[in-house]
């Protein structure tokens, strides 16, 4: 997929009726502004258009739409029942033992009532050790430190997604 030329599942996400589009943008991202953001942008000649339109999009949510944002994501190591997106985004603690299970349990509720959200990390290609690692260092951030961590770490979600979206759209 080269950013000169519109391919094909870019084409049709173009065409989708905005409900259609607004409900696929959605599944992306739980945030209704930069849902909104981004239809209102459409059409989109390339990827990378829509790739630069998410992330100015989350540079410009608010606390709020950020915890609109994080709200559509389980925590690590639970990913949703029957939702394949979390399940493949968290593959690397679908073969963890117990014990790092148990100490992501616990470490995801530490992060929770320290920052008052779920523990947000762009988990795929990432081992369970990775992920835990990353929660225990992030642990000691400054609350603002951490909000634009989380911001930087749903645009990398975002991205993947939307690519995602793209291809799908071409099968």
């Known amino acids: 997929?080269?950013?000169?030329t519109t391919p094909g599942g870019l084409a049709r996400f173009n065409a989708l009726e905005e409900h259609a589009a607004r409900a696929a943008l959605h599944e992306a991202c739980a945030s209704r502004a930069w849902g909104e953001r981004l239809l209102a942008d459409r059409p989109y000649a390339t990827a990378d258009a829509l790739y630069?339109?998410?992330?100015?999009?989350?540079a410009d949510l608010t606390?709020?739409?950020?915890?609109?944002?994080?709200?559509?994501?389980?925590?690590?190591?639970?990913?949703?029942?029957?939702?394949?997106?979390?399940?493949r985004e968290q593959r690397g603690m679908a073969g963890a033992s117990?014990?790092?299970?148990?100490?992501?349990?616990?470490?995801?509720?530490?992060?929770q009532?320290?920052?008052g959200h779920v523990?947000?990390?762009c988990a795929t290609g990432r081992t369970g050790e990775q992920m835990r690692d990353a929660v225990r260092e992030r642990?000691?951030?400054?609350?603002?430190?951490?909000?634009?961590?989380?911001r930087g770490e749903l645009g990398k979600i975002n991205r993947i997604r939307l690519g995602n979206l793209v291809q799908e759209e071409e099968a």
Do not use: C, Q, W
Request: hydrophobic letters at 40%; aromatic letters at 4%; charged letters at 25%.
């Open 1 to 4: 997929m080269t950013s000169s």
């Open 52 to 58: 630069a339109a998410s992330d100015a999009a989350m």
């Open 63 to 87: 606390a709020a739409d950020l915890a609109e944002a994080m709200a559509g994501h389980p925590p690590i190591g639970r990913p949703k029942p029957g939702d394949p997106t979390s399940s």
């Open 98 to 111: 117990e014990e790092l299970k148990e100490e992501m349990l616990e470490l995801n509720l530490a992060y």
């Open 113 to 115: 009532e320290r920052f």
């Open 119 to 121: 523990f947000l990390i």
């Open 139 to 150: 642990l000691g951030n400054p609350a603002g430190r951490e909000r634009e961590i989380v």
